[in-house]
């Protein structure tokens, strides 16, 4: 259970994490434009470094509530459901400092 709580609040920021690095990854692949190339690359890394930045900053977070509370911090996570918090991914980004 807990891998599922742990994945439904940290997965938005694994898949930007991920997007970043598809983007920085495709952006070779446009050989028409050196600029937009540059553009693509540039957008993909900054998205890897925001979405590693905010699942530094939410990882410990997150361990210190599962070992202070345990199984009722989790339930409580997943009582709240999946689409209540893919909604707010970015207010708890922004709850914590994470631009």
């Given at each position: 259970?807990?891998?599922?709580?742990?994945?439904?609040?940290?997965?938005p920021?694994?898949e930007?994490?991920?997007?970043g690095?598809?983007?920085?990854?495709?952006?070779?692949?446009?050989?028409?434009?050196?600029?937009?190339?540059?553009?693509?690359?540039?957008?993909?890394?900054?998205?890897?470094?925001?979405?590693?930045?905010?699942?530094?900053?939410?990882?410990?977070?997150?361990?210190?509530?599962?070992?202070?509370?345990?199984?009722?911090?989790?339930?409580?996570?997943?009582?709240?459901?999946?689409?209540?918090?893919?909604?707010?991914?970015?207010?708890?980004?922004?709850?914590?400092?994470?631009?």
């Amino acid at each position: 259970m807990g891998i599922d709580a742990d994945n439904l609040i940290l997965r938005p920021f694994r898949e930007v994490v991920q997007q970043g690095q598809n983007a920085v990854s495709k952006s070779g692949l446009s050989t028409e434009d050196p600029g937009l190339s540059e553009q693509m690359a540039e957008a993909g890394q900054a998205l890897v470094r925001e979405g590693e930045r905010a699942l530094k900053r939410l990882q410990p977070i997150w361990d210190h509530q599962v070992t202070t509370f345990g199984a009722a911090f989790i339930d409580a996570i997943l009582a709240h459901g999946e689409s209540s918090f893919s909604e707010s991914a970015l207010d708890i980004s922004t709850l914590i400092g994470v631009r």
